[in-house]
């Protein structure tokens, strides 16, 4: 049992690790080209990971910074999940 639940533990800190690193990466990309889909990504692994205010900010600044985004269908879909 305690090898399992050590496991497990493993298992949440590298989810947890690679949560931090791909948020890290977006954040970095805001700057390129994709930089919409770069927020929009950035709130669905905020939202994944609970932190529902910066997934709500990273909406909204996709929404003022790239009104004609083609990721706005899917930041709304989530917007929408998130106050469910």
Do not use: C, T
Request: no cysteine; hydrophobic share 40%; net charge positive.
């Amino acid at each position: 049992m305690r090898e399992a639940a050590r496991r497990r533990s493993a298992l949440y800190d590298q989810g947890g690790d690679a949560a931090y690193d791909a948020l890290s990466a977006f954040h970095k990309s805001l700057r390129g080209s994709d930089a919409d889909a770069a927020l929009y990504w950035m709130a669905y692994a905020e939202s994944k990971q609970g932190r529902s205010d910066a997934a709500l900010a990273a909406i909204q600044e996709l929404r003022q910074g790239y009104p004609q985004s083609r990721w706005l269908k899917e930041a709304k879909a989530l917007e929408l999940e998130m106050r469910q």
